[in-house]
């Protein structure tokens, strides 16, 4: 499904301040699989979705999507494969739209035909079908405006517009990092019942190591633009937070006995 091979990207190559955010990153996801993707600042995390997505370009290295060489495609020829959720509640969509203007826009991205000529019954009712696995009750707020939603509410619509498509990856770019804790469970929860329902594949970024811990098939813990550990199986199953703090305590503590 996802394959990449020897990423690397250099920045500010040559200059006093350069930074390499990836450095020869080998990554593979299997069809199906919930990988979460985790380190400290500067790992690499970003620069990683950015490169799947084609926000950033790769100085070496080649990206794969359903076997196909992404490397140099561009990012809206990406976007017919792949989906990405941000940060950011507020950036996924509509705020003086409806939940169903909202919903409309995402399928109607590439067609020219107005929000109002769209709307029927059969996609009313489709939307409340998808809205409705995420357990939040938005299948009953088709009518209500997105800026009225809590930002729970307003990031789990983001995620089932973003995969209306049936994208071949879904990409979660620290999607519960600007929720306060309760609300980031119940996104989180949301999203575990949209990925199962829907059979995606997924990858997802966090600093949050408790989601990292209960979700997902795979940890992988990224340090300086490569992977530094991969968690899966029956050691998945069994690994702690105390676990994942402890690799990173040693990182550091060589890097302290290295200078």
């Known amino acids: 499904m996802l394959d990449i091979r020897s990423a690397r990207k250099v920045f500010y190559k040559g200059q006093a301040d350069e930074k390499v955010a990836l450095d020869g990153l080998s990554l593979s996801l299997a069809t199906g699989e919930f990988g979460v993707v985790i380190g400290s600042n500067g790992a690499g995390k970003s620069s990683m979705l950015n490169a ?37 509640p507020m950036r996924g969509t509509a705020a003086s739209m409806t939940v169903a203007e909202n919903m409309l826009l995402a399928d109607l991205r590439s067609q020219k035909r107005t929000l109002r000529q769209g709307l029927n019954a059969t996609r009313l009712a489709s939307y409340k079908e998808r809205l409705s696995i995420l357990g939040l009750g938005l299948e009953n707020r088709l009518d ?12 789990s619509l983001s995620l089932i517009m973003a995969v209306g498509g049936s994208p071949d990856l879904l990409l979660l770019d620290e999607h519960t990092a600007a929720l306060d804790p309760r609300t980031a469970e119940i996104v989180m929860r949301a999203t575990v019942r949209a990925v199962n329902a829907l059979k995606l594949t997924t990858l997802m970024v966090t600093h949050n190591m408790q989601h990292a811990v209960d979700h997902g098939s795979r940890v992988i813990m990224l340090d300086a633009g490569r992977v530094l550990l991969e968690v899966t199986g029956q050691e998945k199953a069994r690994v702690t937070v105390v676990d994942l703090i402890r690799h990173f305590s040693v990182k550091t503590d060589r890097m302290l006995l290295a200078s």
């Open 144 to 155: 209500t405006r997105v800026d009225l939603l809590s930002g729970g509410q307003r990031q």
């Open 52 to 88: 799947i997505s084609g926000a950033l370009v790769l100085d070496s290295g080649k990206i794969l999507i359903n076997g196909a060489d992404v490397t140099g495609m561009p990012v809206h020829k990406r976007a017919e494969r792949l989906a990405r959720v941000f940060q950011d």
